[in-house]
């Protein structure tokens, strides 16, 4: 189940999608307590763990709503909440050193400069295994989506950050652009050793009885399985247009699901928004992955990614 | 989510009478678990709209304390996949059984009147803090609709205790009065005042009008309140006014419940606090509105 995604090697292809897991303490206590259905297990049974986005300072996040439910999926607009690299270093990164998984960080900025020198700030931090790179979340005025929109942005960004390190750097795309693969070849070209995709679509909510916009800022992200499609076909367009490995999301929730993402091109998968609905859904993913892949004789799981016939 | 639930309260009782007084006294909370449980009993008023849902549900009924909420996911709604957060009405740990008030106002509470004894779902809980009434003597819950659910296991907990209390119950119309027998057998119908916004039963007005003039008539030394939230404002300013400590139980709309998505977070002055978590009972002098 071994898998190695831009130098980051994971004992399984299933990681979880930044945002809708915390740093990952929450879910711990309950996967250790068990349940009714399922035995006590610890967060180390992940391949990997990708943490809620850090700032250089602390996020309020958005005001107002900042969730709703949609056909088969969700809009959200938390708006990068978190309390800031140093309160993420002592708090919530420290309890993660203690769990035996490799942790990418997922960091955003109001500018490029202020992507690398949080990684910079990371650097001295031993727990970090990688870097995701969020440019494309819709949920901020400045930085987020403004940058992994543009070709040259993203790749500016992307320069930058890997100037700042030599850990295994992701950098996560945006499905609101007109051609994700030139995106894609912009970030690999700067330096990026993987891609995650695809961040939330954007989307919008209207009350008709009050005839106003739900949330705040109008937009919002959509996740859930009504995005499945098209994260897939990206992945599929992103996988035969750069090299780089892929770290595919968006909607996966069942183990046919995250096959699916495999073999249109990914290398790893995350669970986002299926953790909501059922909080055991990554580990009941990577315990299914392995019994269908015994079950189908598949050997190694990196002979599923890009074998489409 | 915008459905009917709200996170409404429950009374972490032991077996199903004394639950106890010194749960109140050290706040920790029973960590929330996955529980599969199977429905029970079913109870649905047509008039009002609103149901009485039972579970057999043993590790929530034995941990759950008052104020505390289960987030629900229901079979067969698999389109909504959101878990819906509502707040446990009764609780009865020796029948190992939780009962949750709900009306019928979207998809999900339509379902959820459509289930039957043996339908299968799955709870997460008990989730959230719960009413921390610490030592007051003398009591005064406010529940608005099904915003009383919460109440109920507070108010059993505090009779248990013997504290002094006293009940508002308030709705549009007598039929949506539901709770009306269940709170009246708990405290007796004189400390139980009722109101309706057209006046087919008890006093005509709101439940704040009628708290306004329990407040002039006898002191108190803590208000918990749930209920649209015009309501628990006014709640707020009333217990401000008289300097009573006051706790409201907030609805949000929620997605994971656990505390990590920070979907549901309500601004207070220690910044912004989760309602799934650090709620959904919050000391209303601490809101931020």
């Known amino acids: 189940m071994q898998?190695?995604?831009?130098?980051?090697?994971?004992?399984?292809?299933?990681?979880?999608?930044s945002g809708t897991f915390g740093s990952g303490r929450e879910y711990a206590r309950l996967w250790e307590e068990g349940s009714t259905s399922q035995e006590p297990t610890p967060l180390s049974v992940l391949g990997a763990l990708t943490t809620k986005g850090v700032s250089l300072e602390p996020w309020s996040g958005a005001r107002g709503v900042r969730i709703a439910e949609t056909a088969s999926g969700m809009l959200n607009s938390i708006g990068l909440q978190n309390p800031g690299v140093e309160a993420f270093c002592v708090g919530d990164l420290a309890w993660l050193a203690t769990q035996d998984l490799p942790v990418i960080v997922n960091v955003c900025g109001r500018s490029a400069s202020e992507y690398a020198q949080l990684i910079s700030r990371l650097e001295t931090e031993e727990a970090v295994a990688g870097y995701e790179i969020n440019i494309s979340c819709p949920n901020v005025d400045c930085g987020g989506m403004a940058f992994g929109t543009s070709a040259s942005a993203a790749a500016e960004i992307t320069a930058l950050c890997r100037a700042a390190t030599r850990r295994p750097l992701i950098v996560k795309l945006s499905p609101n652009v007109t051609d994700i693969t030139e995106i894609a070849r912009a970030a690999e070209a700067a330096g990026a050793d993987a891609l995650s995709m695809i961040n939330t679509v954007a989307g919008m909510a209207v009350d008709a009885k009050t005839r106003s916009r739900v949330f705040d800022r109008g937009v919002a992200g959509l996740s859930g399985p009504a995005i499945k499609p098209?994260?897939?076909?990206?992945?599929?367009r992103v996988y035969k247009a750069v090299a780089v490995p892929l770290l595919g999301m968006g909607g996966i929730?069942?183990?046919v699901d995250a096959v699916e993402f495999l073999l249109a091109g990914a290398t790893a998968i995350a669970v986002g928004t299926a953790s909501f609905t059922d909080p055991l859904a990554a580990p009941q993913l990577v315990n299914g992955l392995a019994s269908w892949c015994r079950d189908e004789g598949v050997h190694t799981i990196g002979e599923l990614t890009g074998a489409l016939s | 989510m915008a459905e009917a639930s709200r996170p409404e309260a429950s009374p972490a009782t032991r077996d199903c009478t004394s639950g106890l007084a010194e749960a109140f006294v050290s706040v920790e909370c029973a960590l929330p678990q996955c529980e599969d449980c199977t429905v029970v009993a079913q109870r649905f008023s047509e008039r009002a709209g609103i149901g009485e849902l039972t579970l057999a549900a043993p590790l929530c009924a034995a941990g759950v304390r008052p104020g505390q909420f289960v987030h629900l996911r229901l079979p067969g709604l698999e389109a909504h996949i959101l878990?819906?957060?509502?707040?446990?009405y009764r609780a009865c740990a020796s029948a190992g059984t939780i009962t949750l008030l709900y009306q019928v106002v979207g998809a999900a509470t339509r379902h959820m009147r459509s289930l039957s004894v043996g339908a299968e779902l799955s709870i997460?809980?008990?989730?959230?803090?719960?009413?921390?009434?610490?030592?007051a003597q003398r009591c005064l819950l406010l529940g608005g609709g099904v915003g009383a659910a919460p109440l109920f296991l507070l108010a059993e907990e505090l009779v248990a205790r013997g504290v002094a209390l006293c009940l508002v119950l308030g709705a549009a119309t007598r039929e949506l009065l539901v709770c009306e027998d269940a709170f009246a057998g708990l405290v007796g119908s004189a400390r139980c005042h009722l109101t309706t916004d057209d006046g087919s039963r008890g006093f005509k007005g709101r439940t704040t009008e009628r708290a306004a003039a329990l407040l002039?008539?006898?002191?108190?030394?803590?208000?918990?309140?749930?209920?649209?939230?015009?309501?628990?404002?006014?709640?707020?300013?009333?217990?401000?006014?008289?300097?009573?400590?006051?706790e409201l139980s907030l609805e949000r709309r929620m997605a994971c419940g656990l505390g990590?998505?920070?979907?549901?977070?309500?601004?207070?002055?220690?910044?912004?606090q989760r309602a799934c978590v650090d709620g959904p009972v919050f000391n209303a002098r601490e809101l931020c509105w």
């Open chain 1, 253 to 255: 929730r069942t183990v």
């Open chain 2, 124 to 135: 997460l809980g008990p989730v959230g803090s719960g009413w921390e009434p610490g030592r």
């Open chain 2, 260 to 272: 990590a998505c920070l979907g549901c977070v309500v601004e207070t002055t220690r910044s912004n």
């Open chain 2, 83 to 88: 878990r819906r957060p509502f707040s446990v």
């Open chain 2, 216 to 246: 002039a008539d006898e002191p108190y030394d803590y208000i918990a309140a749930c209920g649209p939230e015009p309501m628990l404002r006014k709640v707020a300013a009333l217990a401000a006014a008289a300097d009573i400590r006051c």
């Open chain 1, 230 to 236: 098209i994260a897939l076909y990206a992945v599929s």
């Open chain 1, 3 to 17: 898998i190695t995604l831009g130098g980051l090697v994971m004992k399984n292809p299933v990681a979880v999608a």
